[in-house]
């Protein structure tokens, strides 16, 4: 079957680093994307991986090991705003993107 | 770029009824919309996966003749939620991808609440 695995909950600090992993079992992979979705909102586009590797956007880094099946978003310089849940989403064979249930970021000045 | 626009909002309705919520892509030609549900505290759930001009496919356990999708044109689909109950007061959200475009871009939602 396929499955997305990550942490329900998180806390971290104002200004420190927080990396929340995400490990994946999808039939055939075509990529795994990153999503934001701050409550009472839909989700937010933050990165897509399909190569091996880190990639680094602003504050926000994601990273992509294909022969281990893990992904993970480095999120730095913690700010308040960062509260939010954090969804991570494999794209299978048939280019559907199977979900994770999201990790709840709880920011703590 | 990539903006899927939803109407309503929100939306309030007696018990019994139906709702229409409407998603448009702004900017590009949607070959694929989806519709999620999201009850409180819990992640998306894909209700069914719609390609135009075509029927949609349901996810196991959502009754298609309740939850009426409509995906007449590549820039408008549309989901009715027939006899609606307080059940199916939830956050309603669809996503429309393009062409070889495995990223879906989001609707901002629509809550609705059934009295």
């Known amino acids: 079957g396929q499955n997305i695995d990550q942490p329900t909950e998180m806390t971290a600090t104002e200004g420190a680093i927080v990396q929340i992993n995400c490990t994946y079992q999808?039939?055939?992979?075509?990529?795994l994307f990153w999503y934001q979705q701050h409550a009472g909102e839909a989700p937010t586009f933050l990165s897509y991986?399909?190569l091996d590797g880190l990639e680094e956007k602003g504050r926000f880094s994601s990273f992509l090991s294909r022969s281990k099946g893990y992904s993970y978003l480095l999120l730095k310089e913690l700010q308040m705003k960062d509260s939010a849940s954090y969804l991570c989403?494999?794209?299978?064979?048939?280019?559907?993107?199977?979900w994770g249930a999201g990790t709840k970021l709880i920011i703590k000045p | 770029g990539a903006v899927v626009s939803q109407h309503p909002s929100w939306v309030i309705c007696k018990s019994g009824t139906s709702v229409k919520i409407e998603c448009r892509s702004l900017?590009?030609?949607?070959?694929?919309m989806f519709w999620y549900r999201q009850f409180p505290k819990q992640s998306l759930m894909l209700m069914a996966t719609?390609?135009?001009?075509?029927?949609?496919?349901?996810e196991q356990g959502v009754e298609k003749d309740k939850f009426l999708i409509n995906h007449a044109s590549l820039t408008l689909s549309t989901l009715t939620v027939t006899s609606a109950h307080p059940e199916d007061s939830s956050f309603y959200i669809c996503?429309?991808?393009?062409?070889?475009?495995?990223?879906?871009?989001f609707g901002p939602g629509t809550r609705l609440t059934v009295t």
């Open positions: 996503s429309a991808r393009g062409g070889e475009d495995y990223e879906q871009y």
């Open positions: 900017d590009f030609q949607a070959t694929t």
């Open positions: 719609s390609n135009e001009g075509s029927k949609a496919t349901y």
């Open positions: 999808t039939s055939g992979f075509n990529g």
């Open positions: 991986n399909v």
């Open positions: 989403a494999g794209v299978d064979s048939n280019y559907q993107l199977i």
